[in-house]
């Protein structure tokens, strides 16, 4: 067990008042955490004493899951979580997409699910936004984890994939998607490609709003090495391929690139890329320039993360419950602009060995 106080915390800073520059890592062993953890703020400071920050948190769009606790598998960060973002990483940077996608929680929520998708994601927006029924903790969550875009899986449910709507403001920046398939048909990019304004492919959807160009994309006469008709995220293929099953690739439709040397996309019609590049702000919230005060209990389980940024101070209130279970991983990153901007962890904050905790500060 490895408890953090504030009196510890000015001790480091006694030890270390170059810790604006530096980083903090803990993976505590069951035995002597706390000494542990005091040789490696010391030994880490050194080492890390030459290596810039990693600030790409503060462009990546942060996106938050919620997982019901219908979903079976024993580990959904690992099985179908982190590789959704990595796959929706992978297409943004094969399309031309200038920015990455961030998991900034996972977190698992006690959900009755009704096999219908579209009440799932009617509750879920409810607890984002208004922070009522069973997600209404989500709301908190967004704001100290800054999430952008939030994202709920459950186990089952029609249709497979929803986003709110088409082209979104950043209130509404929700989607459900159930675990069927998830990883393998991009899933959850294709529902985030929904909320930034992308479209089915024209065959299948010929609305032009919100944007004439942002449809998905479908090779009628290019197959795979299996023989498999092929389609970018966005687009379905059945209907162009007259009902065969095709198949998604990482890419998203964009005249600017070429897919076994066909174009993937018209600069008229299918160019999602564009309509990503374009729609990046509009969910992107305001570049933090605020404190980040920890007011709500959080409850970090085994399999679960979380990341907080702030600019200037990340202030954790006394008393206010933050446990972090075994296998569970945070990061805590500050930017910095004068010596008095800090990370405050007061009695509350609780990271249970084999718990992984970073304090990352950056000027
Ligand atoms: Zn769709």
Redesign the pocket.
């Known amino acids: 067990m490895l408890l953090i106080r504030t009196n510890v915390l000015k001790q480091w800073r006694k030890r270390m008042p170059y810790l604006e520059k530096k980083s903090i890592n803990t993976k505590p062993s069951p035995m002597k955490q706390k000494i542990i953890f005091s040789i490696l703020l010391l030994w880490l400071g050194k080492s890390h004493a030459q290596q810039p920050c990693d600030t790409s948190y503060t462009t990546d769009t942060r996106i938050l899951v919620a997982y019901t606790d219908k979903v079976t598998d024993p580990n959904p960060l690992k099985s179908m979580i982190q590789p959704s973002i990595d796959n929706m990483n992978l297409a943004y940077k094969n399309s031309g997409i200038n920015h990455n996608a961030r998991l900034v929680r996972a977190v698992r929520i006690n959900y009755t699910e009704t096999n219908d998708l579209m009440k799932s994601l009617y509750d879920f927006r409810e607890g984002v936004v208004h922070g009522t029924g069973p997600f209404g903790q989500l709301k908190d969550l967004r704001r100290c984890y800054h999430a952008d875009v939030c994202v709920l899986i459950t186990k089952d449910g029609k249709p497979t994939?929803?986003?709110w709507e088409i082209g979104v403001n950043r209130d509404n920046a929700v989607c459900a998607m159930t675990s069927f398939l998830l990883v393998p048909r991009f899933t959850m990019a294709?529902?985030i490609?929904?909320l930034y304004g992308c479209?089915?492919e024209v065959a299948l959807d010929p609305n032009n709003y919100p944007f004439p160009y942002g449809h998905g994309y479908v090779f009628t006469k290019l197959k795979d090495k299996q023989g498999h008709y092929l389609h970018t995220v966005?687009a379905?293929g059945s209907v162009a391929n007259n009902g065969v099953t095709t198949y998604p690739i990482p890419y998203f439709s964009t005249p600017n690139l070429t897919y076994m040397g066909l174009p993937l996309g018209t600069a008229s019609k299918e160019d999602n890329a564009r309509v990503i590049n374009e729609r990046y702000s509009t969910l992107k919230g305001p570049v933090l320039r605020e404190a980040i005060t920890i007011d709500k209990p959080d409850l970090i389980k085994r399999n679960q993360t979380a990341e907080i940024i702030a600019i200037k101070q990340l202030n954790h209130i006394a008393g206010v419950s933050y446990t972090m279970e075994a296998n569970s991983t945070t990061v805590f990153n500050l930017q910095v602009t004068s010596d008095t901007d800090r990370i405050i962890l007061r009695p509350g904050f609780h990271a249970k060995a084999g718990s992984y905790f970073k304090a990352q500060i950056c000027k």
């Open positions: 994939g929803i986003g294709h529902e490609g929904h479209r089915h966005m379905y």
